[in-house]
């Protein structure tokens, strides 16, 4: 979406467009314009429509790296970590993970085995019975020295069948291993929130920052970005944003799995053909990750709050993890794949894997396909082979570290990024700005790592915010009745700027008339007002994946999606003729990428 469109933008500073509005690019785009850049951040779907949508939903040191000699990676990660849960604690929270241990020794061989870079000798030597207390303990210990941070907790031994730890198969596992990481369970959010204060500083200093979605782009051979809107296929999305011009002095390539796609593009100045992908040739591996939801009441009592890390017989890590709603999440598989990313979705067998791996560790809660709610998968941009100049070996093998590429022959130039993780987002950023710039002949003048994001609450400002939430919602029109739970979600999503909400609710002459809920979902229409007014959502897939977070709903409804999409209208985001069309292209998307069953009555 472009707030002020114009025909061309005309600068005095150095301008800047990062392509890809996943987590990496708003992290970039958030720190050109702290160095007093002009940026277009620009996207063909949505912000964290992509790679960042279909993570696991951690902010972590990455204990599994240590085991392949990524020592610094680890560290960077771990120092990473710290800075993000000071810079948004609404969103990403320390969580404690139990790691379930079938035996004192193992494990140790195949470690020094990776650490020295022989994967194919480590596999032989892995067994399916995992890593032993010892090499997980000397994992954990390193861990600890590299947080850094005293305030985190260090690591534990402790007999499963110690109290307060999740109830696993004491038989299988007699030993679990306790640490602290983070979770981050809507990344889709910090990455709005990353965007939402580039575009406050940016206003503050006179700087231009323009964020264009749902649009294809053309690069003529006078160096010329042309941004049009992207037909309304599926979202009825009206075509009120004027195309926009501009001639860059740096182009960012940070459109994750969709990397090598880019680079063609940008070769013949054009997004929207279709090359297809090299996996020996492209700087991106792709590989296919999946995760499924899960509603089971005795599996959720099982890892009572905890997080467990454990391994599949495989040697692949398993994740359970407390989720939205009371659910579980569970992931992940690592299957190579080459094409389109965006044509990646979760199959029967991976759903099978899944299963049977959670059924390992917990079999008590006799969990079965019915127990999934939704599901999820997408594809890692992980480095390939030309990148690290080595043959393709197991997808966990390929480092997780970032890299950022010049493509030498490009007349502007054009830098990419490859690899990378929720995690080091911020850091990826520092470091791009500070080679970019100095390519460039240009002074890095501002750093990140003490700035918070817009909806940053402490613990000891929690009560006020949300006093003066609940005050906020009843004065909008929200029944008493649901104001102790609006304010609730509300202060959860968004933090401290959770009152916004319905300030701007009651300035919007648009929405006087629109009901205080959405639909039967007991949740704010000022939310989804405010995230068309001031986050750039435009369509009901904006708002139910990205913003509002009601894809994790456990009974999303027709009447919700009913009301959202008249929200829409309202707002001259859909046109009213698109209403219907709009809600059923939705109802078969949702079930088509996440097996999602839209509730109907």
Not at 501 to 523: H, K, R, T, V, Y
Request: charged share 20%; glycine share 8%.
């Amino acid at each position: 979406m472009e707030r002020s469109p114009q025909k061309e933008i005309q600068v005095s500073r150095p301008t800047v467009v990062v392509l890809g509005a996943g987590i990496n690019g708003a992290a970039l785009a958030r720190q050109f314009v702290l160095n007093e850049a002009d940026v277009i951040l620009a996207d063909t779907r949505d912000i964290a429509a992509g790679t960042t949508a279909w993570s696991t939903r951690l902010i972590h040191g990455g204990l599994r790296y240590l085991e392949y000699g990524e020592f610094d990676l680890v560290r960077e990660s771990l120092a990473e970590r710290n800075k993000l849960v000071t810079m948004a604690p609404h969103l990403v929270k320390p969580l404690r993970f139990a790691v379930p241990l079938r035996r004192r020794l193992g494990g140790m061989l195949a470690a020094a085995a990776r650490i020295v870079g022989c994967e194919a000798v480590a596999q032989w030597l892995t067994t399916n019975r995992g890593r032993g207390s010892w090499a997980v303990g000397i994992g954990l210990t390193l861990y600890d020295l590299f947080s850094r941070d005293a305030s985190w907790p260090v690591h534990a031994m402790k007999r499963s069948s110690s109290p307060g730890l999740p109830q696993v198969d004491a038989q299988q596992f007699p030993w679990i291993a306790t640490y602290f990481d983070a979770q981050c369970i809507f990344p889709e959010r910090l990455t709005v929130e990353l965007l939402v204060d580039a575009e406050a500083h940016a206003a503050q200093h006179g700087q231009r920052f323009h964020l264009v979605t749902h649009h294809n782009w053309s690069l003529d051979s006078d160096g010329q970005f042309v941004w049009t809107p992207k037909p309304a296929k599926r979202s009825g999305l009206q075509k009120s944003v004027e195309s926009l011009s501009v001639r860059p002095d740096v182009i960012i390539n940070a459109t994750g799995a969709w990397v090598d796609q880019t680079l063609a593009g940008l070769c013949c100045g054009d997004s929207s053909v279709d090359r297809g992908h090299d996996i020996e040739q492209g700087l991106i591996r792709g590989t296919k990750g999946s995760h499924i939801v899960l509603k089971d009441e005795t599996l959720r009592d099982a890892l009572g709050g905890d997080g467990v890390y454990a391994e599949a017989p495989d040697g692949r890590p398993i994740f359970l993890l407390p989720f939205a709603e009371e659910q579980v999440l569970v992931g992940t598989t690592d299957i190579s794949v080459q094409g389109d990313p965006g044509l990646a979705r979760t199959d029967q067998s991976e759903v099978d894997y899944l299963i049977k791996a959670v059924s390992r560790i917990v079999p008590q809660c006799q969990l079965s396909e019915k127990n999934i709610v939704q599901h999820y998968c997408g594809v890692r941009p992980l480095p390939g082979p030309r990148v690290t100049g080595r043959a393709a070996g197991t997808p966990g093998s390929v480092t997780r570290r970032h890299l950022l590429l010049r493509d030498e022959d490009a007349t502007i130039p054009t830098w990419s990024v490859v690899g990378g993780k929720l995690t080091t987002c911020r850091s990826l950023a520092e470091e791009s700005v500070k080679k970019v710039f100095a390519e460039l002949g240009l002074p890095v003048v501002a750093k990140n790592s003490q700035r918070v994001l817009p909806g940053c609450l402490l613990e000891e400002d929690c009560e006020a915010c949300h006093n003066k939430t609940r005050k906020a919602a009843a004065q909008s029109g929200v029944p008493e009745e649901f104001v102790d739970a609006v304010s609730q979600w509300a202060v959860g999503l968004f933090g401290r700027r959770a009152p916004d909400l319905f300030e701007n609710m009651m300035q919007c002459s648009q929405a006087a008339m629109l009901p205080p809920l959405i639909g039967d979902s007991g949740l704010p229409t000022a939310a989804a007002v405010f995230a068309i007014e001031k986050e750039w959502a435009l369509s009901l897939s904006d708002l139910i994946e990205r913003r509002l977070m009601l894809i994790f709903h456990p009974r999303l409804s027709l009447a919700t999606l009913h009301d959202l999409v008249e929200i829409l209208v309202v707002m001259g985001c859909v046109q009213p003729a698109d209403r219907e069309p709009a809600v059923l292209s939705e109802v078969k998307y949702l079930q088509d990428l996440y097996g999602k069953k839209i509730v109907t009555q």
